[in-house]
């Protein structure tokens, strides 16, 4: 056989199992790209959602303030409505956190559920009051439940803290 032949064989070879190793290549690459995507996706939405946790929480504590400082008989509906907006926003989250811990071991903010739980008693409490008239006796729980408060927004804080290194970390094992 001729040695340019030989050449002509081997470079065929050579560019034919280099064609194999660059298709290998790019459909592993697009399957990882794939999966960094969804990993990415869920890891931002869950920090998305702590965020709001964490956003919520003062929101929520200064319309109570508000709400029992508003002596206008016709401000305050508008003040409670705005409040219970904002309850039920921050309720939806805690929902979700509650629904996707039975879910997933990875999300966990149990004393958050439980803090929140013990925050909405006051918050209900403070409501009935200032239903009531009696304005002076729900500044008296809105200041006792400051303990609650700082609890749940220390809490929240750390919740998204691990959901941020969550993410962080979730990306790190798709770089690797």
Do not use: W
Not at 133 to 152: F, H, I
């Amino acid at each position: 056989m001729p040695i340019r032949l030989r050449f002509i064989l081997v470079a065929n070879l050579f560019l034919a199992g280099l064609g194999v190793i660059g298709f290998i290549a790019i459909r592993d690459v697009e399957h990882a790209s794939s999966v960094f995507s969804n990993v990415a996706r869920d890891s931002i939405d869950q920090v998305k959602l702590s965020d709001q946790i964490r956003a919520n929480l003062p929101d929520l504590r200064a319309s109570e303030l508000e709400y029992i400082m508003t002596t206008d008989p016709h401000q305050q509906p508008v003040v409670l409505q705005e409040m219970e907006v904002k309850r039920e926003a921050l309720r939806q989250v805690m929902d979700h956190y509650e629904f996707t811990q039975k879910m997933d071991s990875g999300v966990d903010c149990v004393s958050c559920h439980q803090i929140f739980g013990r925050y909405s008693r006051n918050h209900t409490q403070i409501m009935d009051l200032v239903s009531q008239g009696r304005n002076d006796e729900a500044l008296a729980v809105y200041q006792a439940s400051a303990t609650e408060y700082s609890g749940l927004l220390s809490e929240a804080e750390s919740f998204r803290q691990s959901q941020y290194a969550s993410a962080r970390s979730y990306s790190l094992q798709g770089s690797a």
